[in-house]
């Protein structure tokens, strides 16, 4: 048999594999540009992982470089209170076993060069997926409920002596805050909120060394 038949007959049998398509270098996505990671996750109804989205962004300029979305089977199976809306968005998700995937995403952030992944209440997304305890992880909340920070949280607006709002600082309020969108609603959909989230750090404004006082491990 020929080597070119030997090649159609590896990319049949490759397709069964669960890989996503993972650029060979950063080049491929932005160059000379410095990376990091948002992550969000959704869970079912035994608080499992069932689903990950990750938005890849630029150091400098914080705008999405790159996503990637995840859906685990059997946990996605179960069903949860957003399930509904697993398959919303705008890039097709890799369904496959969740250390498969979360194999993938390290090799993929490390091919990237990323070192750091963010979350909104960080310490919830980081305790779902100890896979991913050797990233440094931070926490978008520390900086986005704090008056000292958050330059758009108005002046009389109720908060604890550390400057911390004292209520309604989750992503769909204070990305309204931020934007001026009142009409803006979380999806709930892991990659949309990844994207969400990120478009939080990008309106705050901070360079990433302000997040070291949301540092998780």
Aim: glycine letters at 6%; a negative charge.
């Amino acid at each position: 048999m020929g080597s070119s038949s030997l090649d159609f007959l590896n990319m049949i049998k490759n397709t069964k594999e669960v890989v996503s398509a993972v650029p060979d270098s950063r080049e491929e996505i932005v160059a000379d540009s410095r990376l990091f990671a948002v992550i969000d996750t959704e869970t079912n109804w035994n608080n499992e992982v069932m689903s990950l989205g990750v938005a890849i962004a630029d150091e400098d300029s914080h705008q999405c470089v790159a996503k990637k979305y995840y859906i685990f089977e059997p946990e996605c199976l179960i069903g949860g209170m957003f399930s509904n809306v697993l398959y919303k968005g705008n890039i097709k998700a890799v369904k496959c076993r969740r250390d498969d995937a979360l194999a993938d995403l390290s090799r993929y952030l490390e091919n990237m060069g990323v070192s750091k992944i963010f979350a909104y209440n960080a310490r919830f997304d980081h305790g779902l997926l100890p896979e991913l305890d050797d990233f440094e992880w931070f926490d978008i909340m520390r900086i986005a409920a704090y008056k000292q920070y958050n330059h758009a949280i108005p002046e009389g607006a109720l908060c604890c002596k550390t400057g911390r709002l004292k209520s309604n600082y989750g992503v769909e309020p204070i990305l309204r805050m931020l934007s001026g969108d009142t009409r803006y609603c979380e999806t709930h959909n892991a990659v949309n909120d990844a994207v969400d989230e990120l478009r939080i750090v990008e309106l705050l404004g901070h360079e990433l060394s302000v997040y070291e006082c949301g540092r998780i491990n």
